[in-house]
């Protein structure tokens, strides 16, 4: 493992939710910065109008970006992620999606509800950190 997760006393466990609360990288590590990547297939084109399945895809062409890397999802330790038009309901497709590629280890996680994003057909996009030894 590239980082450290630690649980600060007297904080939730975020776990459930789907994040963690702090992530720590060891001096001399390698940090691979991952842009805001959304729901778009090869072509750029959003692959699709449903929020859980461009969830999905953002998540997975983070895992391709830090793949080109030589680096996987357990790297990352850090995630930023922004959601259109924002409500609790969206929680689950992210939560779902950050299990589907963490388990009970995910990252360190920021959500922010936004206004809009690059395109209108963009509903959500997330950044991510990771880090190599």
């Known amino acids: 493992m590239s980082h450290a997760i630690?649980?600060?006393?007297?904080?939730?466990?975020?776990?459930?939710?789907?994040?963690?609360?702090?992530?720590?990288?060891p001096a001399?590590?390698?940090l691979v910065f991952v842009s805001g990547q959304y729901?778009?297939?090869?072509?750029?084109?959003?692959?699709s109008a449903?929020?859980?399945?461009?969830?999905r895809r953002a998540f997975h062409n983070v895992g391709?970006?830090?793949?080109?890397?030589?680096?996987?999802?357990g790297h990352v330790v850090q995630l930023?992620?922004?959601?259109?038009?924002?409500?609790?309901?969206?929680?689950g497709a992210i939560t779902e999606a950050v299990r589907g590629g963490w388990g009970d280890e995910p990252?360190?996680?920021?959500?922010?509800?936004?206004?809009a994003l690059a395109?209108?057909?963009?509903?959500?996009e997330v950044e991510a950190v990771a880090a190599r030894l």
């Open 28 to 30: 001399g590590a390698e």
């Open 107 to 115: 990252p360190a996680q920021t959500v922010l509800g936004v206004a």
């Open 80 to 91: 930023r992620t922004y959601v259109v038009d924002h409500d609790f309901a969206k929680l």
């Open 64 to 73: 391709l970006a830090v793949a080109a890397h030589g680096l996987g999802l």
């Open 119 to 124: 395109l209108p057909d963009i509903l959500f």
């Open 6 to 25: 630690v649980h600060p006393d007297g904080l939730h466990d975020p776990v459930p939710f789907g994040y963690r609360h702090t992530a720590s990288v």
């Open 39 to 47: 729901g778009s297939g090869p072509d750029g084109a959003v692959v």
């Open 50 to 55: 449903d929020f859980g399945d461009q969830v």
